[in-house]
């Protein structure tokens, strides 16, 4: 157990809606982001300070004192991190920009935050664009702005959003974005980033007129990836819509095939009804929201832990359950035996 006050060793401040990310050649989790109550805020406090952890010395180091001054982003919660391990960059998508006047509601919601974001009766909500850090060089690179914030003409833009997943594949050096939430909107679409080359392809707009072969928007959703069998996996679960959720109890778990371009449900519960929920509680997890999906690419488990399941008559109900995940991919052998079965079958 690692002490439980950070500070005092010179970490960060105790803190909600941040990110973390690994760099597990060189044993060191990066930390960004916070959020902060309207009534705390203060010019002093609204920095975005940036810590980074060493796992063997147990020591904190305080990077920056405010990556927006360094030409990173601004005080943000409920963006995105991922890690080029290779080339020791992180980069950093999307999120809302803190500011004195960010207003929330305390509707609970799937993101990190835990709570439905709203514009403030001062201004619209301010989204933060991509940015990339150089580890060895301590040096910030805003690399796409938000669309509705362009700092210059022809910048890139990029659509920032909340809610989302960023995964990075460091075989063909690209950041897979998907879904999230803009405001009111629930976003469906599905794009990846070149880092080397800075182009942006669109795999899917996310409309009503694709194919509806595709993990649905308005869903609590979190992925992983597995670079080496090129596979991104997508567990969908609760509705972020209070009025919604009644209708939406139902668990999905999506494999992307990235070489096939093709989206695959692999799993889907039949019943939704609190009886089916009572009777599977120890075989599978049940629907929930604001909870934390991880996986071991060596071992190729997930493990998922936590979240809410937004009971409307338990408000307050957390949960600290722990479950594992193993995908397991009939043999070739297998897969015959049931071929010839089938052909038997049907002679």
């Known amino acids: 157990m690692l002490p439980s006050l950070s500070v005092t060793q010179g970490g960060p401040s105790a803190r909600s809606c941040h990110k973390v990310c690994i760099d597990p050649d060189r044993r060191q989790i990066f930390t960004l982001g916070r959020y902060l109550d309207m009534l705390c805020r203060t010019p002093g406090n609204l920095k975005s300070d940036f810590y980074m952890y060493d796992i063997d010395s147990n020591s904190w180091t305080l990077i920056s004192e405010d990556t927006g001054e360094m030409g990173g982003p601004q005080l943000i919660f409920d963006h995105q991190m991922s890690m080029d391990v290779e080339q020791r960059k992180i980069y950093v998508f999307g999120g809302r ?34 940015y990339c850090y150089h580890v060895s060089t301590n040096t910030w690179t805003k690399l796409c702005d938000d669309c509705s914030r362009p700092s210059s003409p022809g910048f890139p833009t990029i659509r920032s959003r909340v809610g989302h997943s960023m995964l990075f594949h460091p075989g063909c050096r690209k950041l897979f974005i998907f879904a999230g939430q803009r405001s009111k909107e629930y976003l469906n ?32 959703q979190r992925a992983t990836i597995d670079p080496e069998l090129n596979e991104i996996y997508v567990l969908s679960g609760l509705s972020k819509d209070k009025e919604k959720r009644d209708d939406n109890v139902q668990n999905s778990f999506w494999v992307y095939y990235i070489a096939q371009n093709k989206w695959s449900c692999i799993y889907r519960n039949e019943n939704t009804g609190e009886h089916y929920w009572s009777k599977m509680q120890h075989l599978e997890p049940c629907p929930r ?56 079958k049907h002679r």
Not at 107 to 130: H, Q, Y
Not at 195 to 216: M, R
Not at 317 to 322: A, T
Request: proline fraction near 7%; include cysteine; aromatic fraction near 10%.
């Open 289 to 344: 929201f604001a909870h934390q999906l991880v996986y071991d690419p060596c071992n190729k488990v997930h493990y998922l832990f936590g979240g809410n399941p937004g009971r409307s008559c338990l408000p307050r109900l957390r949960l600290d359950d722990f479950w594992q995940l193993q995908l397991c991919r009939p043999s070739h052998e297998q897969i015959l035996q049931k071929c010839k079965l089938f052909i038997r």
């Open 97 to 130: 920009v803190l500011t004195p006047h960010t207003a929330i509601t305390f509707e609970e919601r799937s993101g990190t935050c835990g709570m439905a974001l709203v514009g403030s009766s001062n201004s619209d909500p301010t989204f933060s664009g991509l």
């Open 189 to 220: 679409d599905f794009f990846t980033y070149n880092v080397d080359t800075q182009e942006i392809q669109q795999i899917s707009e996310g409309t009503k007129k694709e194919p509806c072969n595709i993990p649905a928007a308005g869903f609590t």
